[in-house]
Nanobody, 121 residues
Framework: QVQLVESGGGLVQPGGSLRLSCAASGSIFSINAMGWYRQAPGKQRELVAGITSVGSTNYADSVKGRFTISRDNAKNTVYLQMNSLKPEDTAVYYC???????????????WGQGTQVTVSS
């Protein structure tokens, strides 16, 4: 089994910064892409940022220039540095990862439990 555990959420004022972390553990043979999604109340879950195993990144237009995704492959951890936060960034943030649990297996997507980010004065 594979577990993804997020941390780093909280309450921050507009213009502030937060850094989210997501650590994967369990029966991990290989991790391909990792990503961050968010879901605001009454809205669908949306992609915030993604990163491949070799470090290629992509971002939602709404966060480009403000958020930075990175990963530490040795720690099976993905990060999301969020700067210049806006009230509209308020949401539950989820990480996911494409994980292979055994040699010659297939990649399956696993999700974390989510961490709340609230941007408010």
């Amino acid at each position: 089994q594979v577990q993804l555990v997020e941390s780093g959420g909280g309450l921050v004022q507009p213009g502030g910064s937060l850094r989210l972390s997501c650590a994967a553990s369990g029966s991990i043979f290989s991790i391909n892409a990792m990503g961050w999604y968010r879901q605001a109340p009454g809205k669908q879950r949306e992609l915030v940022a993604g990163i491949t195993s070799v470090g290629s990144t992509n971002y939602a237009d709404s966060v480009k220039g403000r958020f930075t995704i990175s990963r530490d492959n040795a720690k099976n951890t993905v990060y999301l540095q969020m700067n210049s936060l806006k009230p509209e960034d308020t949401a539950v943030y989820y990480c996911n990862a494409q994980v292979m649990t055994a040699p010659m297996g297939v990649f399956r997507i696993y999700w974390g439990q989510g961490t709340q980010v609230t941007v408010s004065s």
